[in-house]
Nanobody, 119 residues
Framework: QVQLVESGGGLVQAGGSLRLSCKASGRIYSRYSMGWFRQAPGKEREFVATINRSGGSTSYADSVKGRFNITRDNAKNTMYLHMNSLKPQDTAVYYC????????????WGQGTQVTVSS
């Protein structure tokens, strides 16, 4: 069993930065690939970024490529999303997921953290 808890969301001006964290409980955390997804009001949940078990391979949605960076620290059971050059369209609830297979399919989900970017 893995429990995921996100933190680090908040209100930021356009062009600013935030770092989201996803802390996992359970000793099997390092066995899972991990990912970040987001859901804006009135929209479906969408893929943001994923990272493999070792942290050596990552992938990003085109909309965040070059601005966001996903990392993980397996010794701390924590994954991060470093968000730079934020835009109002990045406003959403951000969810972390373990073993993600798609925007709504994963072994485990966090509860979400709100990110609001003002123009």
């Amino acid at each position: 069993q893995v429990q995921l808890v996100e933190s680090g969301g908040g209100l930021v001006q356009a062009g600013g930065s935030l770092r989201l964290s996803c802390k996992a409980s359970g000793r099997i955390y390092s066995r899972y690939s991990m990912g970040w997804f987001r859901q804006a009001p009135g929209k479906e949940r969408e893929f943001v970024a994923t990272i493999n078990r070792s942290g050596g391979s990552t992938s990003y949605a085109d909309s965040v490529k070059g601005r966001f960076n996903i990392t993980r620290d397996n010794a701390k059971n924590t994954m991060y999303l470093h968000m730079n050059s934020l835009k109002p369209q990045d406003t959403a609830v951000y969810y972390c997921a373990a073993d993600p297979r798609g925007p709504t399919v994963a072994a485990y989900w966090g509860q979400g953290t709100q990110v609001t970017v003002s123009s």
